[in-house]
C-alpha cells in the first residue's frame, strides 16, 4: 500500500511537470528526465495495485489503468471500500453512537 501511495503521488507530479514544462519553455532536458519517472511511476503504480488483491477490487485495477491519474483514483477507491468494510464490520451502531445500546 506505501508503494501505491508513493507512486500515485509521483505519477501525478510528474504528469503535472510535464505539463507545466510543455506550457512554459518546453525544455528538453526535463522532458527527457521527468517523462521516464512519469512512465515508471504509472507502471509500478499499476503493479501495485493489481498486486493488491486483498484490497483492490475490480474497480480499483480498472481504476489503476487511466493514465496520469488512475494511480491516485484506484488508491482513494482501495480507502475508501477498506473503510466501508472497517465500519461494516463494527455492525450496527445505535441512535446514541453507543455499539452496546442498539
Known amino acids: 500500500m506505501r508503494t501505491l501511495r508513493i507512486a500515485a503521488h509521483t505519477e501525478a507530479a510528474s504528469l ?51 493514465p496520469g491519474v488512475g494511480g491516485l483514483v484506484a488508491l482513494r477507491h482501495i480507502r475508501s471500500r477498506t473503510r466501508t468494510r472497517a465500519v461494516a464490520a463494527l455492525g450496527p451502531v445505535g441512535a446514541s453512537g453507543d455499539p452496546s445500546r442498539s
Not at 532536458?29 to 511511476?41: E, I, N
Open 16 to 66: 503535472t511537470a510535464l505539463l507545466l514544462n510543455l506550457l512554459t519553455v518546453h525544455l528538453a532536458a526535463v522532458s527527457s528526465l521527468v517523462g521516464p519517472l512519469h512512465g515508471l511511476a504509472y507502471l509500478v503504480a499499476l503493479v501495485s495495485t493489481w498486486r493488491t488483491t486483498t484490497a483492490a477490487s475490480r474497480g480499483a485495477r480498472w481504476r489503476a489503468v487511466i
